[in-house]
């Protein structure tokens, strides 16, 4: 059984997540793994994150980017990494 690794979430990743509605989280977390399967970007890159996002037309993603600084990235790519872990993990447990 694999098991998921468990990171404690610095504060402000937890004040950013409280402030976002759960199906605007769900969304943005979509949205990202969009951008990241492209391969096109480095995730690091916020700017060009947002640029390509524009370009796929997830323009909520690429909205909310605008709104945020580099500290709150951070912390959404983070919460982005969790949240992958777990959807794979989800994923794993039914095939």
Not at 35 to 42: A, C, K, L, M, P
Not at 54 to 66: H, P, Q, R
Request: aromatic share 8%.
């Amino acid at each position: 059984m694999t098991r998921v690794r468990q990171v404690a979430l610095p504060q402000y990743v937890i004040i950013l997540l409280h402030r976002m509605d759960i199906g605007l989280q769900e969304q943005i977390f979509q949205e990202l793994e969009k951008v990241r399967d492209t391969g096109v970007v480095n995730m690091a890159d916020k700017s060009g994150v947002q640029y390509i996002a524009y370009e796929l037309g997830v323009d909520t993603l690429a909205i909310f980017l605008g709104q945020i600084g580099v500290k709150e990235y951070a912390a959404l790519l983070l919460a982005f990494g969790e949240w992958t872990e777990k959807i794979q993990g989800n994923t794993m447990k039914t095939t």
